[in-house]
């Protein structure tokens, strides 16, 4: 028996050995499902399949990064496949064929808050009313919801039609204005980058080509929760070898209200006729009483793969259902009790659950109220906190002129006296001359003397600056250059003084960042760097408190101990 395969069980064996031609496994929970897939990929290199034609795609930056590491173990041969998200996976796709798609390689990718900066942009343009947050919410989720569903804006009427989805009045006529922005901008959204790839297999014969033939063997971690895009970009990728290896489990799809679709895993045999099913039924993480508690409830749904979860370990603890009069009596009794079971669970091994973020309102009154450390989950990430996103619009810039929206953000931050109507004037002028702000920028110097254009040229002759420095300098010193240049402390000082601490440590954090990214990538440039940010997950992980989050986050984590509130 081959040393790779020691220490698995029957099933998944057959798994891993498992050569050409369709596979799915339903791996229940806690069967080892990363398992399987990093053993396969290793197996496969012993196996004399280059890693290099091997494609493994997953869902989390936390799980591919899993994935590498446990290979770096298994098999470092095998730490040359590509084992990604489908994002990350597209865009370093796309960094390759952009030009195929009027776009260059140094293409920004835009997070919410650029998508909501380009949708208030649009909105005013077109005239249409109620441009409260709301509003712009509405038209996010309803481009995502078509981007997600693989429709472009010329199909957007057809498809309307026929879903019977309730969208925003105007809708198409926005997602349609919407992509035409971010195309002018050089720019993409998440979103896009999935739309954009399959619009490349779609239309190029010469891309279809170059992808089917790099890529002999294709794994897909999570496949319950694949959307038509991506269900769409693997059926484009395996057109030819049919080595397509999926990892799922049903029972464990809990996304279909952002597009995923578990008939995808359900219907796998009818898509790929001829196709193997392996079930892996046994559980190494939970006692006996979660895996019976579990069953008992899910065997009520109807449309499922039928499977019986079982396990070796213990009976284990008995599942205490707590009933209080409200939430708030409930939150209290929560506190308590992990006040009294602290010795045995510590506050880092214990979560609390809910189903939507506000409801934690309580539980976090009632743990402060305790003096019990906690962290929420789902919060404002890292990189969404204002001084972080300014400078890494400065940074977006220098990789990208064309980034309107970030430039947009910069161009009086700090206050250098441009304000909103000498912006207009910048903006009109640019699409009069059909070219981007950042070019605009470089010709105020022959538009008069006029305060307005001064200012214009003095703030382009700082990010030429900049941009000089940093080519001097390299990456590592990156943000070092940008606080020097443009005062920053200085005027965060002023602007933030309660919160001056937090946020200088924040930077501190961001420089720290930005360098160890140099050190791991020699050879990076600025928009390299800023693409690992715009590619980062959500994913956080706490040592020292008790962990919120909605059930939605909490997928894939582990604790010894778990509350779930507000349980009906």
């Not at 597009?259 to 196709?275: C, K, R, S, V």
């Not at 079982?310 to 259902?321: A, F, H, M, P, R």
């Amino acid at each position: 028996m081959h040393p790779i395969l020691e220490n698995l069980n029957e099933a998944q064996k057959i798994a891993v050995t498992h050569r050409d031609g369709p596979l799915v496994v339903f791996a229940g929970a806690g069967s080892g499902k990363t398992r399987i897939i990093t053993h396969r990929i290793a197996y496969l290199v012993a196996m004399g399949v280059r890693p290099w034609r091997i494609l493994a795609v997953t869902f989390t930056n936390k799980a591919a990064n899993e994935m590498r590491e446990r290979l770096a173990h298994l098999s470092p041969p095998a730490g040359r496949a590509l084992i990604a998200t489908f994002h990350s996976a597209c865009a370093r796709w796309l960094r390759e064929f952009a030009e195929n798609l009027g776009f260059t390689s140094d293409f920004s990718i835009y997070d919410d808050g650029d998508t909501k900066s380009a949708l208030k942009k649009i909105l005013k343009e077109l005239n249409l009313p109620r441009l409260e947050s709301d509003s712009l919410n509405e038209y996010r989720h309803a481009i995502s919801r078509l981007k997600n569903n693989a429709v472009l804006p010329k199909d957007f009427h057809d498809y309307s039609f026929q879903s019977n989805l309730e969208m925003p009045e105007h809708t198409g006529t926005v997602y349609a204005k919407y992509q035409e922005y971010l195309a002018s901008c050089n720019a993409m959204d998440f979103d896009d980058l999935m739309m954009n790839m399959i619009l490349l297999l779609r239309n190029s014969a010469d891309v279809l080509l170059e992808m089917q033939s790099r890529y002999e063997y294709i794994l897909v971690d999570e496949y319950q929760d694949t959307n038509p895009s991506q269900f769409e970009l693997i059926s484009f990728l395996v057109e030819k070898t049919k080595n397509i290896f999926v990892v799922g489990d049903d029972d464990q799809s809990i996304y279909s209200w952002r597009g995923a679709t578990p008939a995808n895993i359900l219907d796998f045999a009818q898509i790929y006729p001829g196709a193997k099913s392996i079930k892996l039924e046994q559980n190494y993480r939970s006692s006996k009483t979660i895996i019976d508690g579990a069953a008992a409830l899910i065997t009520n749904n109807k449309h499922r793969a039928i499977k019986k979860i079982w396990t070796e370990n213990e009976q284990g603890d008995l599942v205490d259902v707590h009933v209080e009069y409200d939430g708030e009596m409930e939150s209290y009794w929560v506190a308590d009790n992990i006040k009294e079971e602290k010795h045995r669970f510590t506050y880092g091994q214990v979560a609390i659950f809910y189903r939507t973020n506000s409801q934690s309102r309580s539980i976090e009154e009632a743990l402060r109220l305790e003096n019990i450390p906690y962290r929420i989950f789902g919060s404002l990430r890292f990189y969404d906190r204002v001084e972080i996103k300014d400078l890494l619009a400065y940074m977006r810039v220098l990789g990208n002129p064309n980034d309107e929206v970030a430039l947009t953000r910069i161009i009086n931050v700090p206050t250098r006296g441009i304000g909103d109507k000498s912006v207009a004037g910048l903006v009109q002028l640019a699409k009069e001359r059909h070219i981007g702000l950042y070019e605009m920028l470089s010709s105020m110097e022959t538009e008069g003397e006029s305060r307005s254009a001064r200012k214009l040229t003095e703030f382009y002759q700082l990010m030429e600056s900049i941009k000089k420095t940093v080519e001097q300098k390299g990456l590592a010193s990156l943000l070092e250059i940008i606080l020097e240049k443009i005062e920053y402390f200085s005027y965060i000082t002023k602007k933030f003084p309660e919160n001056i601490e937090d946020k200088i440590d924040n930077i501190r954090e961001l420089g720290a960042a930005i360098n160890h990214f140099a050190q791991n990538h020699p050879n990076a440039t600025v928009s390299d760097y800023i693409q690992s940010t715009a590619l980062m997950s959500d994913e956080k992980t706490t040592e020292n408190g008790v962990s919120l989050m909605t059930l939605h986050m909490a997928k894939g984590l582990e604790f010894p101990r778990a509350y779930i509130l507000g349980l009906e």
